[in-house]
């Protein structure tokens, strides 16, 4: 990878929560300008924890990045607030989509302009965002809470292009919707990337999707990476597809059946 060509660059990224809870255990990873980077991993294994770190969302879940550093096109910027990573173009899709429930699409997405001024930039990034997302024009004056998973997922990323980001973190798009509307979500990002030039760091659990529309891919397990590579060569290697993709392996469950056991449980805690 070209130096030059980078946009972020984690090095060694140690996380800590509440004082001793060491998550992280030395991250690293690349994105280069323009590209889809996919961080892949079963439940648990430190995704969302590492966006949190680069967006600095982290210091709200009482962790801290304790070893390392995180660089944005050559510039360290583990002390920034969030704010400040906002206005430099780093913005992060959190899990679980979270819409504002009694505001409308359209109020929603205007969420995502409070760093910008100017009102004709900001009715010209929104019909953009319409572009992108036609199904969130026809629901613009509806109330988030009674539109679909899909919608809201589409309505979270659609604030986050109101920032005018230059790189978006994305965690796990897919979660929660049926795989169609899945494929819907990613051909968008894909659309994104390809002409609008956004750079995607993406957070999933689902392997086979992310892998087919992202340009390489990290894979994490307990805090570490422990493989990478392009995503063609990922998507063909076979100790990623026994353990991550849960083909092969007698009796082996795909890690989305434990995921989605582990996240029932939690409902029902
Ligand atoms: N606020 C917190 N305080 C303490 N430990 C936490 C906190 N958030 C996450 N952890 C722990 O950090 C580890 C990594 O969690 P993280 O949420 O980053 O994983 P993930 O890869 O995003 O998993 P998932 O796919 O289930 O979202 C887990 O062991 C989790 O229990
Ligand atoms: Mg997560």
Same mark, same amino acid.
């Given at each position: ?131 992108? @997302? ?108 026994? @353990? ?26």
């Amino acid at each position: 990878m070209d130096s030059n060509s980078i946009v972020l660059n984690v090095n060694g990224i140690e996380v800590i929560y509440n004082h001793v809870i060491l998550v992280l255990k030395g991250v690293s990873l690349q994105v280069p300008e323009g590209g889809i980077v996919a961080l892949l991993g079963g439940n648990g294994a430190g995704k969302t924890t590492t966006l949190r770190a680069i967006s600095n969302l982290l210091r709200a879940e009482r962790g801290e990045v304790t070893k390392g550093s995180i660089e944005l096109r050559g510039e360290r910027i583990e002390n920034l607030s969030p704010a400040e990573l906002v206005q430099r173009g780093v913005v992060q899709v959190m899990e679980g989509r979270h819409c504002f429930a009694h505001l409308s699409i359209e109020e929603n997405l205007m969420t995502g302009s409070y760093t910008r001024r100017d009102k004709g930039e900001i009715a010209a990034n929104l019909e953009k965002v319409y572009t992108y @997302f036609p199904r969130l024009k026809t629901r613009r004056t509806s109330q988030a809470a009674y539109t679909s998973g899909g919608e809201q997922q589409m309505c979270a990323i659609g604030r986050a292009l109101m920032t005018n980001p230059s790189i978006v973190l994305l965690d796990e798009p897919s979660m929660g919707l049926a795989p169609q509307i899945v494929d819907e979500v990613f051909h968008i990002v894909k659309d994104l990337n390809t002409k609008e030039k956004v750079t995607f760091l993406l957070a999933e659990q689902n392997t086979n999707m992310a892998l087919k529309y992202a340009d390489y891919g990290y894979i994490m397990e307990s805090g570490r990476i422990v493989m990478d590579g392009n995503a063609h060569d990922l998507a063909n290697n076979s100790d990623v597809k026994e @353990f991550y993709l849960g083909v092969g392996g007698e009796g082996r469950k795909s890690f989305r059946d434990v995921k989605s056991y582990k996240r029932r449980k939690r409902w029902l805690a």
